[in-house]
């Protein structure tokens, strides 16, 4: 067990992240300090409209280093949000904010006091105005790294998909072999480096049944000779695998992740199976990231129905590694 602190930047504050967070406090001591990026103000309405009731002990990133931190009260980095209501609609008034919350996060991580970092859901829409196709990509860019795979974690089944957030006209071009070795190395690192075992990687085709009525197939000229590469290179991966019967039960025991082409390939088999017992971890940054498995769900705002077990599971994951 690594019981350092854990960042949880708060991200959409429109959203249910507050309520899920208010949740696993219920559920479960956590022994790890919990440190939340936060507008106070904003925790104050939605306690007091949630009906939640804790102590707030508020810091700045300078003192987290000198102070004794548990989770006996709400530990606090205060960000201004000029907000006068629990909830208001999503907009890009509160991308500030967000940008904010991250650019506090990146410093304490940077300082050391922690590499373990959670963010809440976010609006791809508003915030990332079509200018990143993802958090993960997001974040590749702001600490300039060159790679990173989004991983959606299960303990007995977990995907990454080669391309994240693209329209599906886009995914062919974008498939190609060094985009998948990167990946591929990625996890495999990341399995045995992180979590103490080599993972069986199952890799997908990208067209039906892996086959195609074109002259040139993707399966044979770019995923086959791409994943025979990998397993030269000592790493436990097969495939391509028809992605219609790839998480069939008695096909998905025998690999830990599977690897798809794009993203709904993967993910829409991974939230069937799991529903919001899985989390998002960004690979190939210095620190672990997550994000719960899921958005920013304004339609639930305000009611108290939110499930936390996606944050829940983060925090667990974390605590472990």
């Known amino acids: 067990m690594n019981f350092k602190p854990i960042l949880i930047a708060h991200g959409e504050p429109n959203g249910v992240f507050l309520e899920i967070f208010f949740k696993s406090l219920k559920y479960k001591k956590f022994k790890s300090p919990l440190i939340l990026i936060c507008s106070q103000k904003i925790l104050k309405f939605q306690m007091k409209k949630l009906k939640f009731k804790m102590g707030i002990k508020t810091t700045n990133p300078s003192m987290l280093n000198k102070l004794k931190l548990d989770n006996k009260t709400i530990n606090i980095v205060?960000?201004?949000?000029n907000q006068d209501i629990s909830f208001q609609k999503i907009s890009f008034k509160s991308?500030?904010?967000?940008?904010?919350?991250?650019?506090i996060s990146l410093k304490i991580l940077e300082s050391g006091i922690s590499t373990k970092f959670i963010n809440g859901p976010i609006s791809k829409t508003s915030f990332l105005n079509k200018k990143f196709l993802g958090i993960t990509e997001y974040l590749e860019k702001k600490i300039r790294s060159n790679q990173s795979a989004m991983l959606i974690y299960n303990k007995e089944l977990s995907v990454c998909p080669i391309t994240t957030h693209l329209p599906l006209k886009s995914v062919v071009k974008n498939i190609t072999k060094k985009k998948i070795i990167e990946k591929v190395t990625l996890i495999n690192n990341f399995y045995t480096k992180i979590l103490g075992f080599k993972p069986k990687i199952g890799v997908l085709g990208i067209n039906p049944h892996c086959e195609s009525i074109e002259k040139y197939n993707e399966d044979e000229k770019v995923i086959k000779p791409t994943i025979k590469y990998l397993s030269k290179k000592k790493i436990n991966i097969k495939g391509p695998?028809?992605?219609?019967?790839?998480?069939?039960?008695?096909?998905?025991?025998?690999?830990?992740?599977?690897?798809?082409?794009?993203?709904?390939?993967?993910?829409?088999?991974?939230?069937?199976l799991y529903e919001y017992d899985a989390i998002n971890i960004t690979l190939g940054l210095p620190f672990i990231r997550i994000s719960p498995d899921h958005g920013p769900n304004q339609n639930m705002l305000g009611q108290n129905k939110s499930n936390p077990l996606s944050l829940i599971r983060a925090i667990e994951f974390l605590e472990k590694n």
């Open 78 to 81: 205060d960000v201004d949000y």
């Open 95 to 103: 991308n500030k904010y967000i940008e904010e919350c991250f650019e």
């Open 241 to 272: 695998y028809s992605a219609d019967t790839a998480f069939l039960k008695k096909n998905r025991v025998n690999f830990n992740i599977i690897i798809g082409m794009y993203h709904d390939q993967v993910l829409t088999p991974i939230k069937t």
